[in-house]
T-cell receptor, first 114, second 114 residues
Framework: DQQVKQNSPSLSVQEGRISILNCDYT??????FLWYKKYPAEGPTFLIS?????DKNEDGRFTVFLNKSAKHLSLHIVPSQPGDSAVYFC?????????????FGSGTQLTVLP | NAGVTQTPKFQVLKTGQSMTLQCAQD?????MYWYRQDPGMGLRLIYY???????DKGEVPNGYNVSRLNKREFSLRLESAAPSQTSVYFC?????????????FGPGTRLTVL
C-alpha cells in the first residue's frame, strides 16, 4: 500500500516553461514533506521542504505547494532549465511511536527540452 | 569535503554469499541511514543510526545487519545474499533529524545477486 504516490512516471517540458510535479499521499499523520532530485548514477540531493502548517514554500526557482484537504503537494520549477532534467522524489514524514519515519514516492522523471 | 562515500560502487554476488557495504561521511553528522531503491519504487529505509552507538530498524530490515563503527562510518552487511536483495543501496547522513531536514546521500552501490 503506497502511502506516497507520484502518479506520473515522466514529464517533458520546454526550456523556460513551468514544470509541475505532483505528489499525493494517504496518511493524514504526515506533517513534513520534502522533495529530492536525483541524477543518474548519483545519490538524491535535497531540494526543498514544507511543514504541514504551511501551504507554500519558495526557494529560488522552486516552490512547493501543499493542499492538506486534498492530501496533495506539488513542486513548481520556474523557469525550467535543461539541467533540471532528473528524477524527482517526494517524501513525507510522520511520527512512528517515539521516532519518525520517512516515506518516499516512486519518482517522476522530468525532461526539460532545449 | 568528500561528503558521503560508499564502497564498492558495483558488486555481483552468488546466492548465499555474504558481503559488507561500507559508508563513511566527513560532515560530522550524528545520524546515518541505509536505503534500498528498486525499479519503479521509491527509496525504502533498511536501518538507521540516530547517533553513534545506536541503530534501529527501518521499513525493510530483514536479511540485513548494520554496524555504526564510529561517528563517521556505518556499514551494512548481507549475511546470506538472496536474489530479492538485488537493488541499488544508498547511504545517507544528516546533522539532525533526517526525517524533516536534509539528508546527504552517497552515490550508491549497485548490487546484483545471482
Amino acid at each position: 500500500d503506497q502511502q506516497v504516490k507520484q502518479n506520473s512516471p515522466s514529464l517533458s517540458v520546454q526550456e523556460g516553461r513551468i514544470s509541475i510535479l505532483n505528489c499525493d499521499y494517504t496518511n493524514s499523520m504526515f506533517d513534513y514533506f520534502l522533495w529530492y532530485k536525483k541524477y543518474p548514477a548519483e545519490g538524491p540531493t535535497f531540494l526543498i521542504s514544507i511543514s504541514s502548517i504551511k501551504d507554500k514554500n519558495e526557494d529560488g526557482r522552486f516552490t512547493v505547494f501543499l493542499n492538506k484537504s486534498a492530501k496533495h503537494l506539488s513542486l513548481h520549477i520556474v523557469p525550467s532549465q535543461p539541467g533540471d532534467s532528473a528524477v524527482y522524489f517526494c517524501a513525507a514524514s510522520s511520527r512512528r511511536g517515539s521516532a519518525r519515519q520517512l516515506t518516499f514516492g516512486s519518482g517522476t522523471q522530468l525532461t526539460v527540452l532545449p | 569535503n568528500a561528503g558521503v562515500t560508499q564502497t564498492p560502487k558495483f558488486q555481483v554476488l552468488k546466492t548465499g554469499q555474504s558481503m559488507t557495504l561500507q559508508c563513511a561521511q566527513d560532515m560530522n553528522h550524528n545520524s546515518m541511514y541505509w536505503y534500498r531503491q528498486d525499479p519503479g519504487m521509491g527509496l525504502r529505509l533498511i536501518y538507521y543510526s540516530a547517533s553513534e552507538g545506536t541503530t534501529d530498524k527501518g521499513e525493510v530490515p530483514n536479511g540485513y545487519n548494520v554496524s555504526r563503527l564510529n561517528k563517521r562510518e556505518f556499514s551494512l552487511r548481507l549475511e546470506s545474499a538472496a536474489p530479492s536483495q538485488t537493488s541499488v543501496y544508498f547511504c545517507a547522513s544528516s546533522e539532525g533529524q533526517g526525517w524533516i531536514n536534509e539528508q546527504f546521500f552517497g552515490p550508491g552501490t549497485r548490487l546484483t545477486v545471482l
